[in-house]
């Protein structure tokens, strides 16, 4: 079966990057879009950035200038990397996989936690 595996959270100072990775895996199909959502303690999941195989790529506000999102078709993977992060961007973030055929996947998250 499919399996969403996330890499690369951690413990970042104010001001610092982090780049976090997500690959599918078990599928047949590759993945149509790829996107990272992020939770903090008391809020619901938001979209943080979403890319399509096409390279078409959105970002929430909040991130907008400071993430960027990539991703490698080949290998289903996507990336995200994060600089000049902020505590607000505390959270955990999840990795969401879109198959086109066969529906969507999430991992099971990661945590970024950044210090004042």
């Known amino acids: 079966q499919v399996q969403v595996v996330e890499s690369g959270g951690g413990l970042v100072q104010a001001g610092g990057s982090l780049r976090l990775s997500c690959t599918a895996s078990g599928s047949i199909f590759s993945t149509k879009a790829m996107g990272w959502y992020r939770q903090a303690p008391g809020k619901q999941r938001e979209v943080v950035a979403t890319?399509?195989?096409?390279?078409?790529?959105n970002y929430a506000d909040s991130v907008k200038g400071r993430f960027t999102i990539s991703r490698d078709n080949a290998k289903n993977t996507v990336y995200l990397q994060m600089n000049s992060l902020k505590p607000e961007d505390t959270a955990v973030y999840y990795c969401?996989?879109?198959?086109?055929?066969?529906?969507?996947?999430w991992g099971q998250g990661t945590q970024v936690t950044v210090s004042s």
């Open positions: 890319i399509t195989s096409g390279g078409n790529t």
């Open positions: 969401k996989a879109y198959f086109a055929f066969a529906g969507e996947y």
